[in-house]
């Protein structure tokens, strides 16, 4: 589950969109970042070399399929939410999504300093992390179809935010100290030295 589905996911999702290269109105671009575990070490990399302006969003999938729902954790950009929800509504399937900023995995290092980013995620009810980061995070325990529903799912997810006319307004990194600071995560932050603001 973490993360070899999140990587099995993303590798789906490029297939199924190198079928359709032809229609995406922007380039999309894959990337499985090493050492999350030990810091997001190379997101961290990649996010600070990036022009802010050139990433329209990140899709980042961490520990999906264990759960056959996916969850959309959005930071409070709008446009991702309303981006979930259509997809949701358009195929039927429920999707979790929720605003609170999650500062842990590989969109972090892009959502503080303002680019829109998912974390994605798999929910099972009453289930929290589950097999996660232990000897018995097995394949066995791991859904196919859940893998096939999700990169679906997300399949269409990046098809409808590479569209042409789609606008995913940035926030102010200001913005997002102030939401972590609301939401009682910034002392933690602090104790830990994972506060950058």
Known sequence: MDNGAGTATI???ARAL???EDKLDIRVRFVAFGSEE???VGS????EAADRDAVRAVVNVDSNVFGRTLRLDHHDFDALADAAEQVSDRFDHPVSTGGELVPHSDHWPFVKRGI???MISGET???GRGWGHTHADTLDKLESRNLREQA???TELVV???GVDVSIPRRDTDEVARALEDEGKATGMKLTGDWTF
């Open 11 to 13: 590798v789906e999702v």
């Open 18 to 20: 190198a079928t359709r």
């Open 38 to 40: 030990v810091g997001l």
């Open 44 to 47: 961290s990399v990649a996010a």
């Open 116 to 118: 829109p980013g998912y």
């Open 125 to 127: 009810e009453g289930r």
């Open 152 to 154: 679906i799912l997300l």
């Open 160 to 162: 409808d935010l590479a």
